[in-house]
């Protein structure tokens, strides 16, 4: 087919032609003052994307899963209490890993599209049993599967407001480098990321920020038996700019040039606001569809992904075929309890307004070939004009502040 594909799942996202020229070199020895530096440069990178200044960023060739693994494993030991949330496929997910580990979980079942209620989570805690506490509180900030963003902030009042030291791991695979993080302010003690989403890289780093009380945890005995995700080898190599294991080399010079673009050229606070100006265009289309947005709270509305519940009697599914097949344009099919009855639209990554414009036209194609409700162009128009009224926004950065000085 000619023309480019649109990925627009919510992940893997799209590589911009600097990330993968960058990338697109000889292999350097990853034991050489080269490479050294490379591991040096990124480290510090991340920590502006994590939102902290004392959190250790841990790399592994490996996957979001991974990542959530190398966790998980540092900190627990086999019997530790844990509390989960459950609100969709991943943070469900949690819980379904913890448990292989031996870990105690205790899951609270939330509906799709639910986010986490504070005031509950504070009456868990202060009922906690004060012989066996809660170790842990395990949050996915996005909700890859529903659309929904967990406000991490809230989550740690209501953890301060029970006075619970559980630690706070929060898997942010769907919004690091898309929504604002603060792993500092919000005292989050461990960040689990991987590299194939808000970082605009193919997948196969899975990343870690680690706070002091975690690595508090881990150097002194804490944790379950060990080798590949073990915290102490890394630390002691990275210090020198080396690694235990062999690293993704070549990912790493990817991810030096993605993180330039992101914390020293357009700058956090601009992708954040760029993240969020596309999301509300995605919205306004759907609304203007006559559809049903997953997530039933709108301050919970995820600026990565977009679930859609479809009309009755229309297979999702049948419908993501269609738009892959005919129109070289991929969308995320529902999963979990939503497979086979929503789509789900990712806005997240390397991405501007006229992509977005591309993944709706081609959505409304897709809807009209298979004689779905929505008329073409409801929600081109709808989303434009979105568009517009951010663009007459008073902005205090990016180009239209420099245009209007
Ligand atoms: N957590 C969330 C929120 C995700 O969206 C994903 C994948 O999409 C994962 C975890 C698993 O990450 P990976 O597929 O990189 O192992």
């Known amino acids: 087919m000619s023309g480019r594909p649109f990925l627009q799942i919510p992940g893997p996202t799209n590589i911009p032609e600097r990330v993968?020229?960058?990338?697109?070199?000889?292999?350097?020895?990853?034991?050489?003052?080269?490479?050294?530096?490379?591991?040096?440069?990124?480290?510090?990178?991340?920590?502006?994307?994590?939102?902290?200044?004392?959190?250790?960023?841990?790399?592994?060739?490996?996957?979001?899963?991974?990542?959530?693994?190398?966790?998980?494993?540092?900190?627990?030991?086999?019997?530790?209490?844990?509390?989960?949330?459950?609100?969709?496929?991943?943070?469900?997910?949690?819980?379904?890993?913890?448990?292989?580990?031996?870990?105690?979980?205790?899951?609270?079942?939330?509906?799709?599209?639910?986010?986490?209620?504070?005031?509950?989570?504070?009456?868990?805690?202060?009922?906690?049993?004060?012989?066996?506490?809660?170790?842990?509180?395990?949050?996915?900030?996005?909700?890859?599967?529903?659309?929904?963003?967990?406000?991490?902030?809230?989550?740690?009042?209501?953890?301060?407001?029970?006075?619970?030291?559980?630690?706070?791991?929060?898997?942010?695979?769907?919004?690091?480098?898309?929504?604002?993080?603060?792993?500092?302010?919000?005292?989050?003690?461990?960040?689990i990321c991987g590299s194939q989403k808000g970082l605009m890289l193919p997948p196969g780093l899975g990343l870690l920020c680690v706070g002091p009380r975690a690595l508090a945890l881990a150097q002194n005995g804490g944790g379950s038996p060990r080798h590949f995700w073990?915290?102490?080898?890394?630390?002691?190599?990275?210090?020198?700019?080396?690694?235990?294991?062999?690293?993704?080399?070549?990912?790493?010079?990817?991810?030096?040039?993605?993180?330039?673009m992101l914390v020293d050229e357009e700058g956090l606070p601009a992708v954040y606001a760029r993240h969020a100006r596309l999301a509300a265009g995605v919205r306004a289309a759907v609304n203007a569809w006559g559809l049903q947005i997953v997530c039933d709270d709108p301050s919970a509305y995820s600026n990565s992904i977009t679930a859609v519940r479809m009309p009755a009697g229309v297979d999702s599914n049948e419908l993501v075929k269609h738009a892959r097949e005919r129109y070289n344009l991929s969308l995320g099919g529902g999963i979990g309890q939503l497979n086979g009855s929503a789509i789900r639209l990712g806005h997240l990554g390397s991405l501007n307004e006229l992509e977005v414009l591309g993944l709706l036209g081609g959505t409304e194609l897709a809807f009209a070939d298979l004689g779905i409700g929505p008329e073409p162009g409801s929600g081109l128009v709808a989303c434009q004009r979105s568009f517009l009224a951010a663009n007459a926004q008073p902005t205090t950065t990016g180009v239209l502040a420099a245009a209007t000085a």
């Open 20 to 191: 993968l020229r960058a990338m697109d070199r000889s292999v350097i020895d990853h034991r050489s003052p080269e490479f050294a530096e490379l591991t040096l440069s990124v480290r510090a990178g991340l920590r502006a994307v994590f939102g902290t200044r004392e959190g250790v960023p841990m790399l592994y060739p490996a996957s979001g899963t991974g990542a959530t693994e190398a966790a998980l494993v540092n900190v627990l030991a086999p019997g530790d209490r844990v509390l989960v949330y459950n609100y969709g496929v991943f943070s469900g997910g949690l819980g379904v890993v913890a448990r292989k580990f031996g870990f105690q979980v205790d899951e609270v079942p939330l509906g799709y599209g639910q986010t986490i209620p504070a005031d509950d989570l504070t009456a868990r805690l202060k009922a906690d049993s004060p012989t066996a506490p809660y170790r842990a509180v395990l949050v996915v900030h996005n909700e890859t599967s529903t659309g929904v963003t967990v406000d991490i902030g809230a989550v740690r009042r209501a953890m301060d407001a029970a006075s619970h030291d559980a630690l706070l791991i929060v898997d942010t695979v769907s919004s690091l480098g898309c929504t604002d993080f603060r792993m500092d302010d919000w005292r989050v003690d461990i960040v």
């Open 230 to 260: 073990d915290w102490a080898p890394i630390m002691r190599e990275n210090r020198i700019g080396l690694f235990p294991y062999t690293p993704a080399t070549l990912m790493l010079f990817g991810l030096r040039e993605a993180l330039k």
